[in-house]
């Protein structure tokens, strides 16, 4: 069992960036195990977002030659492989990413709907009880989005919206993508290298 091995799932709001650079910092800094999981709209926004195009299904070749990581620390899951690690608490995956988190992927993990292996994934860390960090990207929230939050909330899910910080003075995009990637692995009790801390 590789206890930092993480499952990660890319859906499809918009944000695919935070996605990329969370997996990148976690390979480099970490030498993480990623178990990744793309949904079909999650491709569609790496496209027009990333200039990441991914073939049906994806591979991880593309996505480590993309990021110029190791490729065997990356194991892409098709979404009707019901045979893989993040489907069972057995496999011992403990902590679990959706980043982005589109509203209909939170609310199916909110209902217990698993339509796909992320939600399954999902499911799973929710009945070990292990951590669950959703990072949604929509804006503004209806009275719907704001429900749905809290019952996940009063679960123990973590709810870490995309909604970067200024007082680090960021000088472009790549520093926003930064600020939240670095608070998702404070989270994750897996501190960043180089993390700017608030009084530091």
């Known amino acids: ?23 990148e910092r976690l390979v480099r800094e970490r030498q993480s195990t990623i178990h990744l999981m793309v949904s079909d709209a999650a491709r569609l926004v790496l496209r027009q977002e990333c200039d990441l195009v991914l073939d049906h299904p994806p591979t991880a070749a ?4 993309h990021l110029r990581i190791e490729e065997e620390r990356l194991q892409l899951h098709p979404l009707d492989d019901w045979f893989a690690p993040p489907a069972s608490g057995s496999a011992g995956i403990r902590r679990m ?7 209909g992927t939170l609310a199916r993990i909110a209902g217990g709907i698993s339509h796909t292996l992320i ?5 799973v860390i929710l009945k070990e009880r292990r951590q669950l960090l959703l990072v949604p990207r929509e804006t503004p929230l209806s009275a719907i989005h704001l429900e749905q ?12 919206p995309a909604m970067p910080g200024f007082y680090h003075r960021p000088e472009g995009i790549a520093d926003l993508v ?12 897996l501190p960043a290298a180089g993390a700017q801390r608030w009084g530091a």
């Open 1 to 23: 069992m590789d206890n930092d091995a993480i499952a990660i799932a890319i859906t499809g709001a918009s944000g695919g960036c935070y996605a990329l650079r969370l997996i």
């Open 62 to 65: 593309a996505i480590a030659r």
């Open 97 to 103: 990413v959706v980043v982005p988190c589109s509203m």
């Open 119 to 123: 939600e399954r994934a999902a499911d």
């Open 149 to 160: 939050m809290l019952k996940l909330s009063r679960m123990g899910v973590q709810l870490l």
């Open 178 to 189: 930064d600020f939240i990637v670095e608070r998702i692995m404070d989270n994750l009790d």
